[in-house]
């Protein structure tokens, strides 16, 4: 035995405590979010980040909570209507989701006609480092869409500088 229940009972009600703090901000509208693992060809973002997005306090599009990722086809991604796209391909850190991002979408017409690219709300993450796996970094994962999705109300919430970035 390692004798350490009393230090891990602490850390993980620390935990719990950080996941509760988000699920108690409430917005009378919640922001419509896409998230997509993989740009080309688009793929929706599965498994449990469509849950994380809700408790963050967005509307999760397309994609439903424990359902695997998907190929999508851009009807559906222009019929979502995204307040807010957070590109989170598996593998890739947030430099590496701003090259595809401006390789792969940056001079597509119809890509920029939508809702959340006219109104800068296109993010890149570090999914290799959050996103990719379950771990003690869920919780910050869940901070972090909490920043991105909602700023003013989670103003007061820190996230590493290097986990995601506003694309412009």
Not at 149 to 162: A, H, L, N, T
Request: no cysteine.
């Amino acid at each position: 035995m390692l004798e350490k229940e009393k230090r891990a009972n602490e850390i993980t009600d620390s935990l719990k405590k950080r996941i509760q703090n988000i699920k108690d901000i409430q917005n009378k509208e919640k922001s419509r979010v896409l998230a997509i693992e993989w740009i080309e060809p688009f793929f929706s973002a599965g498994h449990w980040i469509p849950e994380m997005i809700e408790i963050a306090r967005g509307q999760n599009m397309i994609s439903k909570s424990r359902e695997h990722s998907r190929r999508l086809n851009f009807q559906e991604i222009v019929d979502a209507e995204p307040d807010t796209i957070i590109i989170m391909s598996w593998g890739f850190d947030v430099k590496r989701n701003v090259i595809e991002y401006n390789k792969t979408l940056r001079q597509n017409q119809k890509w920029n006609s939508l809702k959340a690219v006219k109104n800068n709300q296109v993010f890149a993450v570090d999914a290799n480092s959050f996103f990719s796996k379950p771990s003690i970094r869920t919780i910050e994962v869940l901070e972090m869409l909490a920043k991105i999705i909602q700023p003013d109300k989670f103003q007061g919430i820190r996230v590493s500088k290097e986990s995601f970035l506003q694309i412009k």
